[in-house]
């Protein structure tokens, strides 16, 4: 061959024309940043490249359910098959297990164990011995879990040099494993404490401080008064997300769940709010009002705080905890509120007309006529949407007009369309209907549709669940009560089931 022409662009046999630009890893890589793992497990079959590429990808995060929730296949949960791949696995979920994996997953940072069948020493008696092989944790989320059971589990996380999560939900502390529980917190970044039961009279050394935590979630917190609770928190100087609430007293019962002692009184959230107003805590960004808070306190917070980006303010979103939060908008990336008048709706519109950073709000009920008479919204990179449009009965000409906002909204990935309050129902029965003939078809820009719900009756047709296959290639789950014969029905969440949607209501 002429050495001219050998690399020749025109010439067929050239070696750059051979080139095919899929098998490049680079280019793998980002399609696999857009498949689901069903998907991600037919691309092993491809080719031999492919396989080498995808199969990490397949296995850094395995769920281990003996229950119900299995995401790969019944094989996977065999010893044999978990070790071979144990060297993949990033993040390992565990749910009523009833196997024992004695090996080192080198790469785990992740690791969730739930019992939601509770108290079964047979499982528990693994957790010690696996967390104490794999030092690699950063993270670890328990759940149901007594941990009287295996006195060793307190000694082994204290030895973990990467821990920075921690995670505790329906668990009880016992009294001789308060010093290392404490001791543990000393190193984290981020404690979630969730229904469990302290000692009675918990209370933590006064020397220690606790300034790497970032993240503070106090939901059910029993044994510790509330003043001890108020202490800790303010031995976290550097908080950025808090959630407290400790309303009421509660002891975990392991068998029986949990157990009422009374309410606890609100002076403590007052002085928390006292002290973000003067700035105790200047890096606080994100808090869940959750609890017996006024609407004082929650206006104190709101602006005490240098800057809010996340808040969860539930029925407390009234004219003036709005007014307190309007400094932020510019700012505000989710917003969960609850409207309870007919004058909420226009704070609500305000809300989507004025945060141009917003990427999550669920808001409560929104009069149609106040979305189509106000101004436009500016929160286009919205990617979850729980809300209620509400229509009288004369103003279902409104429908496509609300379509229409919706549909600019090209970065929504979440859609919950929520049903109204009782209060409302009687002045606007008609809810937003998704359906072809009333504007869904519209819908069609928000491609990046992951999860859709509606609560209405009859909510969805045949032709709706047809349009969304088309329309919303990224789909996992659709809830809805369908307007169907029982045979169709069946024939769809087959037909959704193939596509790995799941199909509820």
């Not at 002429?2 to 793998?28: A, C, G, V, W, Y």
């Not at 149609?368 to 279902?396: N, Y």
Request: glycine residues 4%; proline residues 4%.
């Amino acid at each position: 061959m002429d050495p001219k022409t050998q690399f020749s662009p025109f010439n067929p046999s050239s070696t750059m024309n051979k080139i095919n630009h899929l098998n490049l890893p680079e280019i793998r890589l980002s399609i696999a940043e857009h498949l689901k793992k069903p998907d991600l497990v037919r691309c092993l079959r491809v080719c031999r490249s492919w396989y080498d590429t995808f199969l990490p990808l397949v296995w850094e995060n395995v769920s281990v359910d003996k229950s119900r929730r299995v995401r790969l296949s019944q094989d996977a949960l065999k010893p044999e098959v978990l070790h071979s791949h144990s060297h993949l696995i990033k993040d390992l979920h565990i749910v009523d297990w009833q196997e024992n994996y004695p090996f080192v997953f080198p790469r785990m940072q992740t690791l969730d164990f739930h019992l939601f069948n509770g108290r079964t020493p047979s499982q528990a008696i693994y957790l010690a011995p696996l967390i104490e092989q794999n030092q690699s944790l950063v993270k670890l989320n328990l759940w149901k879990l007594d941990i009287d059971i295996d006195y060793r589990v307190w000694e082994v996380l204290l030895k973990l040099p990467h821990l920075r999560e921690l995670s505790l939900g329906m668990s009880s502390i016992q009294e001789d494993d308060i010093v290392r529980f404490w001791t543990i917190c000393e190193n984290l970044e981020s404690l979630i404490l969730e229904h469990v039961t302290f000692p009675q009279g918990t209370i933590h050394h006064a020397s220690m401080c606790f300034q790497n935590i970032r993240e503070l979630m106090m939901y059910g917190v029993y044994g510790m008064e509330q003043e001890e609770q108020f202490r800790f928190i303010s031995a976290c100087p550097n908080l950025e997300d808090f959630t407290w609430n400790s309303c009421r007293i509660f002891s975990v019962d392991m068998d029986y769940g949990l157990v009422n002692h009374g309410a606890m009184g609100g002076s403590y959230f007052g002085e928390f709010a006292k002290q973000v107003a003067r700035k105790r805590w200047p890096r606080l960004t994100s808090w869940k009002r959750d609890g017996q808070w006024t609407e004082e306190d929650t206006c104190l917070i709101i602006e005490g705080m240098q800057c809010v980006k996340k808040i969860e303010l539930g029925d407390m979103f009234s004219p003036l905890t709005s007014q307190a939060l309007q400094r932020h908008f510019n700012n505000l990336v989710e917003l969960q509120v609850e409207t309870s008048n007919e004058a909420d709706s226009k704070l609500l519109q305000n809300i989507l007309c004025s945060c141009p950073a917003l990427k999550m709000l669920i808001g409560g009920g929104v009069l149609a006529k106040d979305v189509v008479e106000g101004k436009p919204w500016v929160c286009l990179s919205l990617e979850s949407l729980g809300i209620c449009f509400m229509f009288s009965d004369m103003e279902q000409h409104l429908q496509p007009l609300i379509f229409e906002r919706l549909a600019k909204l090209t970065r929504l990935e979440h859609l919950y369309s929520r049903p109204a309050r009782e209060l409302f129902q009687e002045k606007y029965p008609v809810p937003l209907q998704f359906r072809l003939q009333g504007g869904l078809d519209a819908l069609s820009s928000l491609w990046r549709m992951v999860s859709f719900t509606t609560r209405h009756n009859k909510s969805l047709g045949e032709n709706e669940l047809r349009w969304m296959l088309v329309h919303w290639k990224d789909l996992i789950s659709v809830s809805a009560d369908v307007d169907i014969d029982d045979v169709t029905k069946i024939e769809l969440k087959n037909l959704f089931k193939s596509r790995g949607i799941k199909l509820t209501r």
